[in-house]
């Protein structure tokens, strides 16, 4: 094999790192890989750690201990969040987006891939430090956030349905009280697509009452699950109590009425102005 450049060792290095986010690689790794000692290896990658967070591409952290090494995490600062979030808030508000029942449609941010990964990295990096061996969602709409949420952080993505399917086995069902609609409704669950004593992040579009939000925590309590968070990309204003407490919403909704029109007011999350 012929000597391998640093450039092009460097190039390849961050693009292993990037697309395994938050997974401890060793140095012997690298160095199995690209033919380099550990000291070189060492050296490129406190160049790559200046590069990443120079220019705000997240952070190399060394972990060290026996089975320590490099990770790379897509954090994004506090800044750069909350001029993004007021971006896609500012392009939210008006009269064209509201719904009837004072709900906002908001569809074609959650298809966008861009949007939703960034959220994804926004969410994980408020959670990188709960370490949480997977992420929950509610079908259907949450899916795209909680998915790039799932990959930001290096877990497996577990969804919640409204009806179990006889594909997945046995499942866990549980009754609910929607917050939105207070109707009672179903939440099922496969058995084995969780492991007892394991950690959930909760991850969902919108947040209303917090009825859902409350079953899927009732139903990781059924696996014996501990939930170390829960994170939704809109929340509205009101009601202001809801079913749950301990909340990350990236974005908070109000519908004032001007006449007979319906405006939408919304802004980023208190947090994120901290």
Not at 33 to 50: H, N, P, Q, V, W
Not at 175 to 203: C, D, F, K, P
Request: net charge negative.
């Amino acid at each position: 094999m012929e000597k391998i450049r640093r450039n092009e060792r460097m190039s390849a290095m961050l693009k292993i790192l990037t697309d395994s986010p938050n997974r401890i690689f060793t140095l012997s790794h690298f160095c199995d890989l690209f033919g380099a000692a550990k000291s070189t290896m060492s050296e490129d990658i406190d160049l790559l750690r200046e590069v990443t967070s120079t220019f705000g591409l997240g952070k190399l952290e060394t972990v060290t201990g026996a089975a320590g090494g490099v990770r790379y995490r897509g954090s994004v600062s506090r800044e750069d969040a909350r001029e993004y979030i007021g971006g896609l808030c500012a392009n939210l508000s008006g009269t064209e987006r509201v719904l009837p029942g004072g709900f906002l449609y908001y569809s074609d941010v959650l298809s966008s891939p861009e949007i939703t990964g960034y959220m994804g990295r926004i969410i994980a990096t408020e959670y990188f430090d709960t370490e949480p061996d997977f992420v929950l969602t509610m079908e259907t709409k949450g899916i795209p956030v909680a998915l790039t949420t799932a990959f930001a952080l290096g877990v497996p993505l577990v969804i919640a349905r409204h009806n179990s399917r006889a594909y997945e086995g046995s499942a866990v069902n549980i009754n609910y009280v929607s917050g939105s609609s207070g109707t009672i409704q179903t939440m099922s669950l496969a058995r084995r697509a969780v492991r007892e004593g394991t950690r959930a992040l909760i991850v969902d579009d919108f947040l209303k009452g917090g009825g859902t939000a409350k079953g899927m925590v009732d139903l990781m309590h059924e696996f014996n699950v501990t939930v170390v968070g829960m994170a939704f990309v809109m929340e509205t204003a009101a009601p202001e109590k809801k079913r749950i407490s301990g909340e990350k919403s990236l974005m908070s909704l109000s519908i004032r009425r001007i006449g007979d029109e319906a405006s939408a007011v919304v802004k980023p999350a208190d947090w994120l102005e901290d």
